[in-house]
């Protein structure tokens, strides 16, 4: 039996690795299969000692194959593997052993290729959600025939291994509609499906509420892990360091002293579960990164808070994560590991994108290159820092093994080179911008002032470049000159680790000087105020993720499902299809309307005499009209802004009044958004003013939120760069940006939200958009034409505070 004909190489190498590790005693690894067969990922479930090593039953049936190492050479298997062989067998899963330097195999038993897939039954499904059904018995609850034709269009999906966009409007019940299918499918085909969602409430609400819930309607084993990202979790070698360095300044009752406590006692390690909120600066010193994990060097490995969440992971058949985690992994698979390994995730077959509203921005967002003097300095930190006379970081700890002496005394002046131009390149830049936030570079398209910005910008990240390349091969020649017994040592891991991260940044500055020849890529530079400075990012984004979904979400996984409350414009999927990439792709769609009586339980008001919101009296009509509707409803309402500035102003101009009418007005800013929303859910008569990102994500059924009024309808800002060479891109294929991009994105906006008033069939309420453009502009009927029917009240303030009183206290209505 030949190694090559059962693993792929690199796993060779990660099995070594790992019995080294383990002082060539025995180690149980749990191993995944590719299409060819070959073992393609491994992770370690036990370490043994010379004769033995415990199979742990939670990773047995998970795994398509189990191997285990013998330290003699013999390979002949025991008594003790037969019996596990066998019973592993029987379930499909291979039985290996190999020697301690994964140079020969015996094989128990061969790992059964996968299974003939089993479809779902759509109909045993649905009847799952009938009155007559287990979920009936289980919560109250009401058929909905839009959430069973939703079930139907997930179950094919599943079964034709398709792409589906599925709009599910509020109250379809969408999570239920995905989770039946999903969990059905993992169990019958031991195929592991992604649940990736946009905001952590939906995440909390999957785990907490609706997936219990399901399995047990289901009456399921199925088992389901919420996986977070590394930078969630403590690193306890991270966390060491930071004691160690800290252990002369600290105080009694510091922070950090406080969650070392905590390290020995949680479960998970992760910040979630810290009964204190410490500084972000304390926690991005202490939490786990990829960058700076030793991997198997790391003397704390058999506690890690990662891999034991990594281990739960491996163990589940559905997961839950966020986008931008689902993207990290993606783009790992896509760049180096492929798609049948285990990257950030372990591997999986089918994917439900739900909030898919967020997906190109969170695709976006993932897939930029950025640096800026904070990232480096974080880099430059971790490699060498001094605290009271005393110096820290990689080069410390590892100048005792230079041979030569000089290579390292060269280290400071490098780093001090590079601090000193990345402080130079921001003076000369800051100012060019003239308090703008943001800068697109657009090469030879630009003249006058914006050339000489782009020369300016240009010269700086070259003269960036030189430092950062001189320090990045100085530390490749640290690390060269090292002798082979230090191969294994920590600090090297670390300082190639540093040396990696220099190198991405190097790659971000030869994108900016090779610019013009990169014209699917956007360059930009951000203003961004932090503490009390102003710093600059430089960041490179791709013009359009189409190609990027395609490449590495549609072709790579048999199902692809987005759904969201938000998908269509005027009941159309195009702006969305486009924008995803699959106009020319094949793909299904379903739009399923909520079941809410929008018609007789909503009243859309549009005041006919406001001003145009560019006129200067805007504020003050908006202002007074809120302050008018606000007093009438008692309270019981929720404004939307597109700008912070216009919401403080009409903030400072209602709190008097209100709150001498007893009403309690709550403002962004003032708190952490998730206790802002439970005090506004809890005191049934507040007022609440937000901006960007409350326009989705609040829940507040019942009498607390009765009344929503949007100031403005939600265009995106035309000065952001990545729309701006996005609205540049379409109109240089003939089309018009404005109806192609910046109109669907604020309908799309509006819709989500309009969709924060109405959360239960029993929910009545009004919403007001004090912006008369979406009666008097063309484009108005297309904002109006994507929301549901309901009772409408177009006319003067007057008319609308009549219509309003009536609509809410009238018995009659």
Not at 638 to 645: D, G, I, K, M, P
Not at 754 to 761: A, H
Request: hydrophobic share 40%; aromatic share 8%; charged share 25%.
């Amino acid at each position: 039996m030949r190694i090559q004909d059962y693993f792929l190489p690199h796993i060779v190498d990660n099995i070594s690795d790992a019995v080294a590790e383990a002082s060539g005693n025995e180690v149980f690894f749990i191993g995944t299969i590719n299409d060819e067969g070959l073992v393609s990922s491994v992770m370690i479930g036990a370490r043994g000692n010379r004769i033995s090593v415990p199979a742990l039953s939670p990773f047995l049936e998970t795994a398509d194959v189990v191997i285990h190492n013998h330290p003699s050479g013999n390979l002949t298997p025991s008594s003790a593997d037969l019996g596990i062989a066998s019973y592993l067998g029987n379930r499909g899963v291979g039985f290996y052993i190999i020697d301690n330097q994964v140079s020969d195999i015996y094989v128990v038993s061969e790992a059964v290729r996968e299974s003939e897939i089993s479809p779902l039954d759509s109909a045993m499904l649905t009847g799952l959600l009938l009155p007559e059904g287990p979920l009936a018995e289980e919560i109250r609850y009401e058929k909905r025939d839009s959430q069973i034709a939703m079930v139907e269009e997930v179950c094919r999906s599943f079964n034709e291994n398709d792409v589906s966009l599925i709009e599910a409007g509020t109250g379809v019940g969408k999570s239920f509609a995905y989770l039946v299918p999903a969990i059905a499918w993992a169990e019958k085909n031991r195929q592991r499906v992604v649940i990736s969602t946009g905001t952590i409430n939906l995440q909390n609400q999957l785990l907490d509420k609706d997936i219990p819930t399901v399995l047990k309607i289901m009456k399921s084993r199925v088992s389901c892990a919420l996986v977070k990202g590394r930078g969630n979790y403590l690193c306890l070698h991270r966390l060491n360091e930071a004691l160690e360095e800290d252990s002369l300044f600290r105080e009694e009752g510091h922070d950090l002293e406080s969650i070392r406590e905590w390290a020995g006692v949680t479960e998970t390690g992760s910040l979630s579960d810290l009964p204190i909120l410490p500084p972000r600066e304390l926690w991005n010193r202490i939490n786990s990164e990829a960058d700076s994990c030793l991997g198997l060097r790391c003397r704390h490995r058999e506690n890690c808070f990662v891999i034991r969440a990594r281990r739960k992971a491996a163990a589940a058949q559905v997961l839950v994560v966020n986008h931008h985690l689902l993207f990290s992994d993606l783009a790992l698979r896509l760049e180096e590991l492929g798609f049948e390994g285990t990257a950030v995730l372990p591997p999986f077959h089918k994917i439900v994108f739900d909030e898919a509203h967020n997906v190109e921005r969170n695709a976006t967002s993932y897939f930029s290159m950025s640096l800026g003097r904070l990232s480096i300095y974080k880099q430059l930190s971790r490699l060498l820092r001094r605290r009271r006379n005393r110096s820290f970081g990689a080069l410390v700890k590892i100048e005792s093994l230079v041979p030569d002496t000089r290579l390292s005394s060269q280290a400071p002046q490098a780093i001090g080179n590079l601090r000193e131009t990345l402080e130079a390149a921001e003076a000369a830049i800051l100012p060019l911008m003239s308090g703008a936030s943001s800068y697109r570079l657009r090469g030879a398209a630009v003249h006058g002032a914006e050339e000489g910005i782009d020369l300016v910008v240009s010269n700086q990240i070259a003269e960036i470049r030189k430092p950062l390349g001189e320090l990045y091969t100085l530390l490749g020649r640290i690390a060269e000159s090292l002798p082979d017994d230090a191969a294994e040592e920590p600090a090297l891991h670390e300082l190639k680790v540093i040396q990696r991260r220099l190198s991405g940044f190097l790659m971000v500055c030869d994108s900016f000087r090779e610019r013009e020849n990169r014209p699917d890529q956007v360059f930009w530079i951000e203003a961004k105020r932090i503490g009390r400075e102003t710093h600059l990012f430089f960041t490179v984004s791709p013009l359009e993720v189409s190609s990027l979904m395609r490449e590495a979400v549609y072709d790579p996984f048999d199902t692809v499902i987005m759904t969201s409350a938000t998908l269509t414009i005027q009941e159309n999927f195009r702006y969305w299809e486009d924008r995803m990439g699959l106009t020319e792709y094949p793909h299904h769609t379903g739009r399923f309307p909520s079941p809410f009586p929008y018609r007789s339980n909503v009243l859309l008001c549009v005041p006919q005499e406001a001003p145009d919101p560019k006129e200067p009296d805007y504020i003050d009509f908006s202002a007074r009209l809120a302050r008018d509707l606000l007093l009438l409803s008692e309270g019981r309402g929720l404004l939307l802004f597109t700008s912070y500035a216009m919401l403080k102003e009409v903030h400072d101009f209602l709190a008097p009044p209100l709150e001498e009418a007893g009403i309690s007005v709550l403002r962004q800013g003032d708190d952490d958004r998730t206790r802002l929303l439970e005090r506004f859910n809890s005191d049934t008569g507040s007022v609440l003013l937000a901006t960007e990102s409350f326009w989705e994500g609040v829940d507040s059924p019942g009498e607390t939120l009765t009344l929503l009024i949007l100031f403005r309808l939600p265009f995106t800002v035309p000065s952001d760069p990545v729309l701006q060479a996005r609205m540049e891109a379409v109109e240089a294929r003939g089309g018009n940006s404005f109806f192609q991009l910046s109109l669907p994105m604020a309908v799309m906006r509006f819709k989500q939200g309009f969709g924060r008033l109405i959360r239960s069939s029993s929910d009545r309420g009004a919403v007001v958009i004090c912006d008369p453009r979406i009666l008097k502009k063309n484009y108005g009927g297309v904002f109006l034409d994507s929301l549901p029917a309901t009772r409408r009240c177009f006319g003067t303030r007057d008319t609308i505070l009549r219509e309003l009183e009536s609509f809410l206290y009238s018995r009659e209505t």
